[in-house]
């Protein structure tokens, strides 16, 4: 298993003097600084940025082996895929 991501390291590559997350109250939606993609809240910009990002994915669907950023992406992909609402859910 693969650690959590390192977003200074990640920042580097992007070409960031530096990277941090602005406090989702006092904002709409922020933006990815690479992506014109717009998110509601810091934490799902940073499961956008693990998974479109790093490839980061460390919740493991029991059932196929499907790999998802978060847990709640694993539960959309149970619920969708398997019909199931309440699975296992496990990290690799």
């Known amino acids: ?3 959590a ?3 200074a390291k ?3 590559k992007a070409g960031l003097v530096s990277f941090s997350l602005p406090n989702p109250s006092s904002m709409e939606s922020i933006t990815c600084c690479l992506y014109p993609i717009e998110r509601p809240s810091s ?3 940073k ?3 693990s998974f479109d990002h ?3 994915q460390p919740y493991k669907c029991a059932y196929c082996s499907k790999t998802r950023a978060s847990k709640a992406q694993l539960l959309e992909h149970c619920f969708a895929v398997h019909q199931i609402k309440d699975p ?3 990290n690799e």
């Open 1 to 3: 298993m693969r650690g």
């Open 5 to 7: 991501p390192n977003w």
């Open 10 to 12: 990640w920042s580097e």
């Open 43 to 45: 934490k799902l910009l």
């Open 47 to 49: 499961e956008h940025i």
């Open 54 to 56: 790093l490839d980061w």
């Open 88 to 90: 296992e859910i496990g």
